[in-house]
C-alpha cells in the first residue's frame, strides 16, 4: 500500500516510485553492454531531438560509407551532412562528430573509450563533456550504460514523470534533475539503470506527454499531478451540489 502523497518527503517518494516500478515493469539485470562505447556515443550524439529509427538510419548509412572512424573523421563535411539527413541538425552534428573523433583519437587511438573504466565518476564526466556536442544526458547515458558507473540520464521522459509526480520543483531544469534525482538515490548503478529504464518506459507508455493514463497509473497515490486533477474534480462535484 502507498502512503498518501503529502506523508512523503521527496526523497521518499523518489524511493516509492522507484519500488512501483520496479513492481509494474519488473527489475532489469545491468548486463554487458550491446554496443562498443564509440558507437554508443556517437549514436547518442545523433539521438538528440530524432527519433531511434532516424537516429539509426543515419548512424548506419554513415557507417556503410565510412566503416572505419578516421574515415568519418576526414569525410568531407558536406558529403557527411547528407548521409547524416535523417537525423534532427545533421551539419553541426557532422562537424561536432568528427571534432569528437579527433579529441578521441589523442587520447585513444583505437578509438575504444575503455579508458574511462578506470576514471572516476568526475573525470569521467568532464572528459566526456569536453567533446563538442557532448552534454549531461549523453555523458550519464554513456558512463551508467557501458562502464556501470554510477549517474542518471535524465531525458525527456524521465524529466516529465520526475516533475508531475513532484519529485523534482515545477522550476528545476533538466540540467538540475541530474544532480537532485542523483542525490535521493543510492549511488548503485543497477537501481540508478532500473531508476532510469522504468521512467523512460512509463514516460513513453502511460505518463505520456499529451494525455497521461492516470486511472491505470500505480504512481497515482503519490502523484502530484494526479492528486490535483482528483481533487479539482471533487472540487466540481461540489459546486454543482
Ligand atoms: S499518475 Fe498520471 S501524471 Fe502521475 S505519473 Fe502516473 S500517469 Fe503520470
Redesign the pocket.
Known amino acids: 500500500m502507498i502512503p498518501q502523497n503529502e506523508q512523503l518527503s521527496p526523497a521518499e517518494k523518489t524511493w516509492q516510485t522507484h519500488e512501483a516500478l520496479n513492481q509494474l515493469y519488473g527489475v532489469l539485470d545491468l548486463r554487458k553492454p550491446r554496443r562498443e562505447p564509440i558507437h554508443e556515443l556517437i549514436s547518442t550524439m545523433l539521438s538528440h531531438r530524432t527519433t531511434h529509427a532516424n537516429e539509426e538510419t543515419a548512424y548506419y548509412r554513415m557507417r556503410e560509407l565510412y566503416p572505419t572512424w578516421p574515415e568519418v573523421m576526414t569525410a568531407p563535411v558536406d558529403e557527411l551532412t547528407k548521409v547524416l539527413e535523417t537525423a534532427q541538425y545533421p551539419g553541426p552534428k557532422a562537424i561536432n562528430i568528427q571534432k569528437a573523433l579527433r579529441l578521441i583519437q589523442e587520447k585513444a587511438p583505437d578509438f575504444s573509450l575503455h579508458f574511462l573504466e578506470e576514471m572516476s565518476v568526475e573525470e569521467a564526466m568532464d572528459w566526456l563533456m569536453a567533446l563538442p556536442g557532448v552534454g549531461l544526458k549523453t555523458a550519464t547515458l554513456l558512463l551508467l550504460f557501458n562502464f556501470h558507473k554510477p549517474v542518471l540520464p535524465v531525458d525527456t521522459h524521465v524529466f516529465r514523470?520526475s516533475q508531475?509526480?513532484g519529485l523534482i520543483g515545477a522550476k528545476v531544469t533538466a540540467e538540475k534533475a541530474h544532480t537532485i534525482l542523483l542525490d535521493m538515490l543510492p549511488k548503485e548503478a543497477p537501481v540508478l539503470f532500473n531508476f532510469h529504464k522504468h521512467l523512460y518506459w512509463?514516460g513513453q507508455r502511460?505518463?505520456t506527454w499529451k494525455g497521461?493514463?492516470?486511472q491505470e497509473?500505480p504512481?497515482?497515490a503519490l502523484?502530484n499531478?494526479?492528486q490535483e486533477v482528483r481533487q479539482k474534480g471533487v472540487d466540481k462535484q461540489k459546486k454543482v451540489i
Open positions: 514523470v508531475r509526480v512509463h502511460i505518463c497521461p493514463k492516470c497509473c504512481l497515482c502523484c499531478y494526479c
